[in-house]
């Protein structure tokens, strides 16, 4: 799974999953562009860059809003004149019991999590039809799959991407463009260190493997299918759970 000559752009990359995702790229080849909504995610730009002596460009803004999106593609596409992959991965969590969550909070998760993959999207898949060749990847999670107590807006957003990842496969597949989602499970991250010991206790009691991801295991399947090993692949959701969801 090499990406030389490839442009690569990782929303939600400062850190975690999305950072581990960028780095799996600049290790294949790829020239990134990586967002965050801080100016710190020019720091993170220098310093994968000079790991892996590629081309990374920082970006800051924030990817649910239409202006900001229309500004980081003007970038894009000024600078590199095409996008080859676009992994959305930036999200937030406002957790709490469906009573007694906000109507706000309930809308930040879905405007970040949710609506910025839309608006994306539709960016990159412009390019990308034109180019006929593209590939897309949407970071979902198994709380899409089978809900979570606390996390209604969390849960919603991320079922709301399966399907939007869906229908979007659908319409554009003919082009050579493929989309597809990750569904993570439990991984080690800064969001799971904020959990309680005994509630990571027993979350890790009900994974056949006894242990957390890590962000470089979802990086990997990342990589798979914005590869041409899975040129073939289209509309699918690929869970890495470690086996949770078999129980």
């Known amino acids: 799974m090499e990406f030389q000559g490839k442009i690569a752009l990782v929303t939600g990359a400062s850190r975690g999953i999305g950072r581990a995702i960028a780095e799996r790229f600049a290790k294949g080849g790829a020239t990134i562009i990586v967002t965050a ?31 900001d999106v229309e500004k980081l593609f ?60 593209g590939r897309i990847v949407n970071m979902s999670s198994i ?45 080690d991250t800064d969001m799971t260190k904020a959990i309680s010991d005994k509630a990571k206790e027993d979350f890790l009691s009900m994974i056949p493997m006894e242990k957390a991801g890590t962000p470089e295991d979802i990086a990997e399947a990342v990589a798979f299918l914005a590869s041409d090993a899975a040129k073939y692949i289209t509309g699918h959701t690929l869970v890495v759970d470690g086996g949770l969801l078999l129980r």
């Open 74 to 133: 003007n970038i894009i596409l000024d600078k590199f004149g095409k996008i080859d992959i676009c992994v959305n991965n930036a999200g937030i969590t406002k957790d709490t019991l469906s009573m007694r969550m906000s109507a706000d909070d309930f809308d930040a998760v879905i405007n970040v999590n949710l609506r910025s993959v839309f608006l994306v999207s539709k960016a990159a898949s412009l390019i990308m039809m034109k180019q006929k060749y």
């Open 143 to 187: 709380v899409g799959m089978r809900g979570n107590i606390g996390q209604a807006n969390y849960a919603a957003s991320k079922a709301g991407i399966i399907g939007l990842t869906k229908s979007l496969a659908s319409e554009i597949a003919r082009r050579n463009v493929t989309v597809n989602a990750v569904a993570p499970g439990f991984i």
């Open 37 to 67: 909504t801080t100016n710190a995610i020019e720091d993170v730009a220098k310093e994968i860059s000079s790991k892996y002596n590629v081309e990374v460009l920082g970006v800051a803004g924030n990817v649910s809003k239409e202006e």
